[in-house]
């Protein structure tokens, strides 16, 4: 069974930064969404396998950034100059695909999340 475990999250002012870390048993290309209350789960960032190729969501191009660790199974999530908006539960997820991957449903592992909340 693959795990997907999330950590790094909490308060922070707007224009602050936070980093968030996920770690995999075993090496997938990556990705991090994102659920605030009442709305539905939204693609944030995601990476390859190798880690050599990124994609990001529009609203955060220029404030996050990914980083993967493939000799640690590590991917990290960079965010700075955070918005109120951008308060939320963080999920890390795991797929076998090679990646960049947009799609939710492509993923096959997930992690429990991990709550992100900007105050103004």
């Known amino acids: 069974q693959v795990q997907v475990v999330e950590s790094g999250g909490g308060l922070v002012q707007a224009g602050g930064s936070l980093r968030l870390s996920c770690l995999a048993s075993?090496?997938?290309?990556m990705g991090w969404f994102r659920q605030a209350p009442g709305k539905e789960r939204e693609f944030v960032a995601a990476?390859?396998?190798?880690?050599?190729?990124?994609d990001y969501a529009d609203f955060v191009k220029g404030r996050f950034t990914l980083t993967k660790f493939n000799a640690k199974n590590t991917l990290y999530l960079q965010m700075d100059s955070l918005k109120p908006e951008d308060t939320a539960v963080y999920y890390c997820a795991a797929t076998t695909k090679s990646g960049p991957i947009v799609s939710s449903d492509e993923y096959n592992y997930w992690g429990q999340g991990t709550q992100v909340t900007v105050s103004s």
């Open positions: 075993g090496g997938y290309a």
């Open positions: 990476i390859d396998w190798i880690g050599s190729k990124t």
